[in-house]
């Protein structure tokens, strides 16, 4: 089954690098993703990444794939107070012609910027 | 392009109301998702639908929770009668070629927030 797991809590000053993680169950993901959302808002689609890839470089945002451990991770270069949100990792099982996808997602991580 | 449409932003009754959400997916997206975001998790995938088809309704609690996409377009996603645990924000997304869309990445509306007294 699946199941995808973040910690709950990152806090970092501005200017820092941030850095979340997730571990994921289901060796049979397509794709993974990092979605943001702020407070009253729906989920920003950030970035993403193709399973068969190791890492994508995005402005400031890096993902890395350690597909072996079934680790992934967010680095936010530069982290600004604007960053402030919960950052969720999901990922997606594609079923025939886009119908039956199957995304799960993590809980979520808060990441506090302080100035 | 406009975005996922949903209605109403926010949304209080009590326990054993019924109460009825509505969805309108970006224009040409043929694949239509609910989810249930209970405060402080991730987001949970009740239903989807492939136009006017369910596709996937294994996580929706069937006795209490409807949901329906008549004209393969806009959706309503119902419950009734509520419960106290039926609090969350419900989202819902759509996904498909569109105009910026690769088929595979969902667009997400902002949400009914849902407080059960």
């Known amino acids: 089954g699946e199941d995808v797991e973040q910690s709950l809590f990152l806090s970092v000053r501005e200017g820092d690098s941030s850095v979340i993680n997730c571990t994921y169950t289901?060796?049979?993901?397509?794709?993974l993703y990092w979605y943001k959302q702020e407070p009253g808002a729906g989920l920003q689609l950030l970035t993403y990444?193709?399973?068969?890839?190791d890492m994508k470089q995005d402005q400031r945002l890096t993902v890395l794939l350690n597909k072996k451990d079934k680790h992934l991770s967010l680095r936010i270069a530069d982290t600004q107070t604007g960053d402030s949100a919960i950052y969720f990792c999901?990922?997606?099982?594609?079923?025939?012609?886009?119908?039956?996808?199957?995304?799960?997602f993590g809980g979520g991580t808060r990441l506090m910027v302080k100035p | 392009e406009a975005g996922v449409a949903q209605s109403p932003r926010y949304k209080i009754i009590e326990k054993r109301q019924s109460v009825a959400f509505w969805c309108n997916p970006i224009?040409?997206?043929?694949?239509l998702y609910w989810y249930q975001q209970i405060l402080g998790q991730g987001p949970k995938l009740l239903i989807q639908?492939?136009?006017?088809?369910?596709?996937?309704d294994s996580q929706l609690p069937k006795d209490r929770f409807s949901a329906e996409r008549l004209k393969g377009v806009d959706s309503t996603l119902k419950i009734q009668p509520a419960k106290l645990e039926d609090s969350a924000v419900y989202l819902c997304?759509?996904?498909?070629?569109?105009?910026?869309?690769?088929?595979?990445?969902?667009?997400f509306g902002p949400g009914t927030r849902l407080t059960v007294l």
């Open positions: 997304a759509s996904s498909g070629p569109g105009t910026s869309g690769l088929g595979w990445e969902q667009f």
């Open positions: 289901d060796s049979s993901s397509t794709y």
């Open positions: 990444i193709f399973s068969n890839m």
């Open positions: 999901a990922e997606l099982i594609r079923g025939n012609n886009n119908a039956g996808n199957m995304l799960t």
């Open positions: 224009s040409g997206h043929a694949t």
């Open positions: 639908f492939q136009n006017n088809g369910v596709v996937d």
